[in-house]
């Protein structure tokens, strides 16, 4: 990631390879640890052959942040790209 990408302003979406699945990574701004900043991880299903409804959002999980990087760089580099907000 560059600099400019580390500064989680609103929220970073992905789309998997074969357009099923859509990951939302949104900062934990209600965060209580003084010491580690957090992310929700949102993951949804694509519904209809075009995507033509909102995904159903399927499981939701909260890391770090440094661990969600991690995961957001792992998917780019498995062929996941970024696309605009499904829900």
Same mark, same amino acid.
């Given at each position: 990631?560059?600099? +400019?990408?580390?500064k989680? @302003?609103?929220?970073? %979406?992905l789309?998997?390879p074969?357009r @099923? /699945?859509?990951r939302?990574f @949104?900062?934990?701004? +209600?965060?209580? +640890?003084k010491?580690f +900043?957090y &992310?929700f !991880?949102?993951?949804? !299903?694509?519904?209809?052959s075009?995507?033509e #409804? *909102? *995904?159903l &959002? #399927?499981?939701?999980? /909260? !890391?770090?942040l440094?661990?969600a990087?991690? /995961?957001y760089?792992?998917? !780019?580099?498995?062929g %996941?790209?970024?696309t605009? *907000? #499904? %829900?």
């Amino acid at each position: 990631m560059d600099k +400019d990408s580390r500064k989680v @302003t609103k929220e970073a %979406w992905l789309i998997c390879p074969n357009r @099923t /699945e859509v990951r939302r990574f @949104t900062k934990n701004r +209600d965060n209580k +640890d003084k010491f580690f +900043d957090y &992310m929700f !991880i949102d993951s949804g !299903i694509v519904v209809g052959s075009l995507g033509e #409804k *909102p *995904p159903l &959002m #399927k499981t939701r999980k /909260e !890391i770090k942040l440094e661990a969600a990087r991690k /995961e957001y760089q792992k998917l !780019i580099s498995a062929g %996941w790209q970024v696309t605009e *907000p #499904k %829900w």
